[in-house]
């Protein structure tokens, strides 16, 4: 399935319904993946949120609001570029700035 819009989310998304939302919004016309930091390393890292959601977690336990986060942000970014290379949406939505660099790459 080719995904037409992703949304990236830097914080967890999996107890913000703002995400929920705005996909569930999204995929009433198009295909939406939606990719996001589980900083908490819950065990989930993917599932579907609908028929045409596909949520990702990259699992990496981390810090909210810490110098030591600066260390972690580029694994996030090698892995939010990587899954856009892998997915080639049409558009990409950054709920973060955090999320923004990988984005306009």
Same mark, same amino acid.
């Given at each position: 399935?080719?995904? *037409?819009? +992703?949304?990236?989310?830097?914080?967890?998304?999996? $107890?913000?319904?703002?995400?929920? /939302?705005?996909?569930?919004? &999204?995929?009433?016309?198009?295909?939406? &993946?939606?990719?996001? !930091?589980?900083? *908490?390393?819950?065990?989930?890292?993917?599932? /579907?949120?609908? /028929?045409?959601?596909?949520?990702k &977690?990259?699992?990496?336990?981390?810090? @909210? #609001?810490?110098? #030591?986060?600066? +260390?972690? @942000?580029?694994? $996030? !970014?090698? !892995?939010?570029?990587?899954?856009? $290379?892998?997915?080639?949406?049409?558009?990409?939505?950054?709920?973060? &700035? *955090?999320?923004?660099i990988?984005?306009?790459?």
């Amino acid at each position: 399935m080719a995904y *037409e819009v +992703a949304i990236i989310r830097s914080n967890a998304i999996i $107890f913000d319904p703002r995400v929920e /939302k705005i996909s569930k919004s &999204l995929a009433k016309k198009y295909n939406v &993946l939606v990719l996001g !930091w589980n900083r *908490e390393s819950l065990p989930t890292s993917s599932f /579907k949120l609908e /028929k045409n959601i596909l949520v990702k &977690l990259l699992r990496l336990k981390a810090p @909210y #609001s810490k110098v #030591s986060l600066i +260390a972690l @942000y580029p694994i $996030f !970014w090698l !892995w939010v570029m990587c899954n856009l $290379f892998v997915h080639r949406p049409k558009y990409v939505h950054a709920c973060d &700035l *955090e999320g923004v660099i990988p984005c306009y790459i």
